[in-house]
């Protein structure tokens, strides 16, 4: 038999289904793979048996000649923003050390609804802040890509969904889990070659997710290619009565759907996206997927987004300020860690928790989004960001009078070294410039590869499609796929 | 609009984050790079624009009057750093 850890999740699900394997047999080469590859960090915490306890299920019912739920016997990963019953949460946090959640997130459940099983918990930027993966409580996850310069200069896989990208393109899992607050699905599947989508804000449902900003956190699936995205979103998505912003629509059949022709399809190219300073590598991508698209029947237009320079301001003011909301839950009383120095009174306790629980960019964030909400500047901040956040989404609604789907780089650059922008904040926030837009208008986006860049690193390409229009954005996906023929993959050195 | 070391004190405190003298004269410069940066959204003419509630259009539910959790003392405490009695526990509070 070949290396099924190969394999992506419609093949797996088929191989399953047709005999050619079974689950358990799935499962054992990838909870091999895991728990080989720890100089990765990928993992926060391994569950082999849950995957075991998966795969047990699906070769009994395949033996007892049952028809086999939609992802039966297969093994994904799972950020550890989800919770998940009885199996340590922490949002890569010394805060939720220890944290076993009673419930499982609505997500995840749905995932082992549809026969899944689980691997892990896939390490994160603390509470998903962050764009590199190194502010993790647990360390940094190491992409597995390497320069081709000879040099091994450990490489960001992206975040905040740093251990799920990681994961995915080294081939420990078939998918994973991703959520998306400004890029943290599609920034890291640009930074390791693999694919992701952000679905219409609402599609997902929120409970039981650690929340960072919640009018922009929305979870989305992670894999190797758009088929395997399509048919893990449509394991996740579903109206959900536990989240009020759930949306109340059947859930499409995305996979049955997919088509790479988009003859009658007009592509937008948003010119304020061509930023100065962006590297003529990613250009030149940008260049080949418009005519990849053309290839694929498409009819290319331009357009103008002309609030895109104000988006990223915009989402440093209303992200922060949701987070210090948010995250003024974490008080040492009800879960989590707590700080109780000698002779300390209750407020000393809180504030000496949220000292040592919180990592230095989650403080500075609770600290930003703490000033812009006070007493006196909460107009000039908040409210001047969320009226800025209107017209950014009125940009996106008058661009949809010309086009269907808009083309863009995922990542102003291919994956950079850990710790070449950690000493800037600013820095690093600059790196969501292309995502955070569509997060803050809520419409669907997905980074595919594309290519790679003179080093050898894979650089990603993003459709961004109308709300709900999932399948647009996935068949647009499909058709650079096809088109792109990646096939890169990391050596391994791990 | 900048910070200086008595309103990132003040900022942390409303925050309930305890921080050293040195931690906020060093978030001082960190917060003003920030902060001066955001700023540039002053420039947006917004006079005639409603601020975003809502990115997706959608109404809120409302459900039958009823009572459909609880019960779950026990798995509400169980994730508690101290608890005592079927109550989270906390240091004195009224001395």
């Known amino acids: 038999m070949s290396d099924v850890t190969n394999l992506g999740v419609a093949a797996l699900r088929d191989g399953i289904r047709s005999g050619e394997f079974s689950a358990k047999e799935v499962a054992d080469a990838f909870i091999v793979k895991v728990s080989a590859a720890k100089q990765l960090n990928a993992f926060i915490v391994e569950t082999p048996e849950h995957a075991l306890a998966a795969a047990r299920e699906a070769d009994a019912a395949r033996a007892a000649g049952e028809v086999l739920k939609p992802l039966a016997g297969v093994p994904i990963g799972m950020k550890d923003l989800f919770c998940t019953k009885g199996v340590q949460t922490t949002a890569a946090s010394h805060m939720l050390e220890g944290f076993k959640p009673v419930y499982e997130s609505t997500v995840s459940q749905k995932l082992w609804d549809a026969g899944a099983g689980m691997l892990g918990k896939l390490n994160l930027d603390q509470f998903a802040m962050g764009s590199s993966n190194e502010t993790s409580y647990f360390g940094n996850v190491i992409s597995p890509w390497r320069r081709r310069d000879g040099g091994n200069a450990p490489l960001a896989p992206g975040g905040s969904s740093g251990g799920s990208s990681a994961a995915i393109s080294a081939r420990l899992v078939p998918a994973a889990t991703g959520t998306d607050t400004g890029g943290s699905i599609r920034q890291p599947a640009a930074f390791t070659g693999i694919s992701g989508i952000k679905p219409t804000y609402g599609r997902c449902s929120r409970w039981g997710v650690v929340a960072f900003a919640s009018s922009l956190d929305q979870a989305g699936p992670m894999a190797r290619d758009v088929r395997d995205c399509a048919i893990m979103l449509e394991a996740m998505a579903g109206f959900d009565a536990k989240d009020a912003t759930s949306l109340k629509l059947d859930v499409p059949k995305w996979e049955q759907g997919l088509s790479g022709d988009l003859r009658g399809k007009k592509i937008g190219i948003p010119k304020e996206y061509r930023v100065d300073g962006m590297p003529s590598e990613i250009e030149a991508l940008w260049q080949q997927g418009i005519d990849w698209l053309k290839d694929a029947g498409a009819e290319i237009v331009e357009v103008s987004l002309p609030h895109t320079q104000y988006a990223l301001p915009a989402y440093y003011i209303i992200a922060p300020a949701e987070a210090s909301s948010n995250l003024a839950r974490y008080d040492g009383v009800r879960y989590g860690q707590r700080e109780l120095p000698d002779g300390a009174n209750l407020q000393d306790m809180y504030a000496a928790t949220r000292a040592a629980g919180f990592g230095p960019e989650v403080q500075r964030r609770i600290l930003i989004g703490t000033y812009v909400l006070s007493a006196g500047f909460y107009d000039a901040y908040y409210t001047q960001a969320q009226k800025v956040r209107t017209l950014i989404a009125r940009d996106f609604e008058r661009a949809w009078l010309d086009c269907d789907l808009l083309l863009t780089p995922t990542a102003p650059s291919a994956a950079f070294a850990l710790g070449e922008k950690s000493a800037d904040p600013l820095a690093m926030y600059l790196n969501d410039v292309f995502t955070v837009p569509s997060s803050l208008a809520g419409i669907p986006a997905m980074s595919v590869p594309g290519g790679l860049d003179k080093a050898g690193l894979p650089l990603g390409l993003q459709i961004i499609g109308k709300p709900l229009d999932e399948q647009g954005v996935l068949n647009a996906g499909l058709a650079i796929e096809q088109r792109a023929g990646f096939t890169a993959r990391p050596e391994q050195w791990w | ?95």
Do not use: C, Y
């Open chain 2, 1 to 95: 609009m900048s910070v200086d070391t008595a309103t990132v004190k003040k900022v942390a405190s409303l925050a309930r984050i305890a921080i050293s003298d040195g931690d906020a004269e060093r978030l001082v410069p960190e917060l003003n790079n920030i902060l001066g940066w955001i700023e540039q959204l002053g420039e947006v003419d917004t006079s005639s624009v409603q601020p975003m509630t809502a990115v997706i259009p959608n109404t809120l539910r409302l459900r039958d009057d009823v009572v459909n959790d609880g019960d779950m003392r026990d798995d509400v405490l169980a994730n508690a750093p101290a608890g005592e009695h079927g109550f989270f526990t906390v240091p004195k509070v009224i001395e």
